[in-house]
C-alpha cells in the first residue's frame, strides 16, 4: 500500500524560509509526479506544483519564485521550500502522487500544519 | 488559468435524500481531466471520481459523475450518515492545476 508521510516544522517566522519533505512508502519515486498543495485554515485546496522522479518540475504561477521542489530518488523523498512567508502562506500543507494514467490524485499524505507567525 | 465555480456552497440535506453537486469551469474542460474528492474535518482528501465519471476503487455506487465542457455534476442518490462532508471538483489543463471552491454537503 502506498503511503506518503510529510515532515517538517509546524511553526515558521514571517519572511524566514518553510521546508517540508514527504517520505513515500510502499512503492518507488520513480515514473511519478509528485505534488504539494495546501489548504488554508477554513478554506478550499491550492495546488502548488509537482515535481518528476526525474526533477522536472512546474510551479503555480502565484507562487513561481518562492517555490522550489527537490527530489530526492535515494531516500524516496521529495521536497518543497517555500521562502518569503507570510501568514498568508498558514495552511495544511499535502503530499500527493499525480497517477498519469487517470488524471487525478490516489494517493495522499495525512497533511501537516504550518503555521506563519513571529 | 481555468477557474471552476462550486454551487451550491452549502447543501443542507437529511439521510437517504439525493445530492446533486455541481461544478462549472471558465473555459472547456477535458472530461479526462475532470476530478472530484470527498473531505471530511481532519482528514486528507479523497479520491471519489476521476475522468469525469468512474468511480475510484471502493467507492460506492451511489456516487455518479457526469458532464461535459463546462459543466460538471457530482450525484450522490441516496445520503448516508458518511456522506456528509465537503467536495471539490479538481481540473488539469496543460498549464495549471485548479479546484473549485468546494460543496459542504451538511445534515437538515
Known amino acids: 500500500q502506498v503511503q506518503l508521510q510529510e515532515s517538517g516544522p509546524g511553526l515558521v517566522k514571517p519572511s524566514e524560509t518553510l521546508s517540508l519533505t514527504c517520505t513515500v512508502s510502499?512503492?518507488?519515486?520513480?515514473?511519478?509526479?509528485w505534488n504539494w498543495i495546501r489548504q488554508p485554515p477554513g478554506m478550499g485546496l491550492e495546488w502548488i506544483g509537482y515535481i518528476s522522479w526525474s526533477g522536472n518540475t512546474k510551479i503555480n504561477p502565484p507562487l513561481r519564485g518562492r517555490a522550489t521542489m527537490l527530489v530526492d530518488t535515494s531516500k524516496n523523498q521529495f521536497s518543497l521550500i517555500l521562502n518569503s512567508v507570510t501568514a498568508a502562506d498558514t495552511a495544511t500543507y499535502y503530499c500527493?502522487?499525480?497517477?498519469?494514467?487517470?488524471?487525478?490524485?490516489?494517493?495522499w499524505g495525512q497533511g501537516t500544519v504550518v503555521t506563519v507567525s513571529s | 488559468e481555468i477557474v471552476l465555480t462550486q454551487s451550491p456552497g452549502a447543501l443542507s440535506l437529511s439521510p437517504g435524500e439525493r445530492a446533486t453537486l455541481s461544478c462549472r469551469a471558465s473555459?472547456?474542460?477535458?472530461?479526462?481531466?475532470l476530478t472530484w474528492y470527498q473531505q471530511k474535518p481532519g482528514q486528507a482528501p479523497r479520491l471519489l471520481i476521476y475522468?469525469?465519471?468512474s468511480r475510484a476503487t471502493g467507492i460506492p455506487d451511489r456516487f455518479s459523475g457526469s458532464g461535459s465542457g463546462t459543466e460538471f455534476t457530482l450525484t450522490i442518490s441516496r445520503l448516508e450518515p458518511e456522506d456528509f462532508a465537503v467536495y471539490y471538483c479538481q481540473q488539469y489543463d496543460s498549464s495549471v492545476l485548479t479546484f473549485g471552491g468546494g460543496t459542504k454537503v451538511e445534515i437538515k
Open positions: 500527493a502522487r499525480w497517477e498519469s494514467s487517470d488524471k487525478c490524485y490516489k494517493y
Open positions: 510502499g512503492d518507488s519515486i520513480n515514473n511519478y509526479y
Open positions: 475522468g469525469t465519471s
Open positions: 473555459q472547456s474542460v477535458n472530461s479526462n481531466y
